[in-house]
């Protein structure tokens, strides 16, 4: 079945299309939802906030352009080759797959690794906006997130964390107040995606905040006896990634994956070439499924 011309992710930020640009190859042309398209300065917003990271090659997605036309705001950015996670976790229910826990392990040691190295470089730069429909697992077994220019214009918003929730699929801490778009909330926000990893399927919208301890302890369980350690221990870590403690939670994405790291006891090549089998596998066609399309060297879901 074809690819549709645009589509929507369930991010909340506007309708997408893929074009081709005669500097840039295949790029993602990202339409604004008109409650930010209408907010006074926000294509300068999101330019200044873009070439901030403009060069984390192979970390980020770059921003080459944003234009307005009328009331209508587009971004044009690169597309990333490889499998979106919210594209993985859609196929990981369908199929009923059952990743392992190493292979939980792996992706989530690729995502933290990925976000430790944005909260290295550019400190103190967040994204802001981190969800499964804006990380991509590349076919190296990296993972790059996209739309972070977005996290420039969210907190002027204002929302609530209920509504963050409810309108990007942004997990955030609890706040006396307003939510605060920081590193910790980086954090947070990538916990809730390996959460949805570790339990194979899409958190949903009553999913976060009230169900998050019920489905912590789903995760790796029950375990097989000789890692039932490993299995507490990775929700203990997922504990503190969610912010969910009184103390010990992490602060950044450099303390979330040094704490994961001895967890995992794997190299960095070893994580990578995990990731690749895993997207490798997931973008194998199913007898009867719902296919697979690749668009522009992005592997997504049809129509």
């Known amino acids: 079945m074809a690819t549709p011309a645009t589509y929507r992710l369930t991010d909340g930020l506007g309708e997408r299309r893929i074009a081709a640009d005669p500097s840039h190859g295949l ?20 330019e200044r906030r873009a070439s901030v990271v403009g060069s984390l090659d192979g970390v980020v997605a770059h921003v080459h352009g944003v234009a307005r ?46 976000l430790a190295t944005l909260h290295r470089h550019v400190e103190p730069f967040v994204h802001g906006a981190i969800c ?27 929302y609530s964390r209920e509504r963050l929730w409810k309108t990007f699929g942004l997990a955030m801490p609890a706040a006396a107040s307003l939510p605060r778009f920081d590193q910790r909330a980086d954090v947070t926000q990538l916990a809730a995606v390996i959460l949805a ?16 301890p019920e489905l912590l302890a789903s995760v790796m ?3 097989a006896p000789d890692a039932l350690e490993r299995a507490s221990q990775f929700r203990a870590w997922l504990q503190r990634a969610l912010q969910l403690p009184s103390r010990g939670v992490f602060s950044s994405a450099l303390d979330a994956e040094r704490s994961l790291t001895p967890l995992v006891g794997s190299s960095s090549r070893e994580t990578r070439a995990a990731v690749s089998a895993l997207v490798r596998e997931l973008t194998m066609p ?3 499924g719902a296919p697979v399309v690749n668009v522009g060297g992005q592997y997504c879901r049809s129509a």
């Not at 597309?79 to 792996?106: C, K, Y």
């Open 27 to 46: 790029v993602e042309v990202l339409e604004l939802a008109p409650e930010l398209a209408t907010r006074s300065g926000v294509a300068a917003l999101i």
């Open 69 to 114: 036309q009328g009331a209508a705001v587009f971004v044009t950015a690169d597309l990333p080759r490889g499998l979106r996670l919210s594209t993985l976790l859609g196929i990981a229910a369908s199929r009923h797959e059952r990743l392992s826990e190493t292979v939980v392990l792996h992706v989530a040691q690729a995502l933290m690794r990925s």
């Open 132 to 158: 499964p429909d804006h990380i991509v697992l590349t076919p190296d077994g990296d993972a790059v997130f996209t739309d972070a220019a977005f996290g420039a214009v969210l907190p002027d918003l204002e």
């Open 197 to 212: 990893v570790a339990i194979r399927r899409h958190l949903t919208e009553a999913d976060f905040p009230r169900a998050v």
């Open 221 to 223: 369980a029950p375990a």
């Open 286 to 288: 199913e007898a009867g």
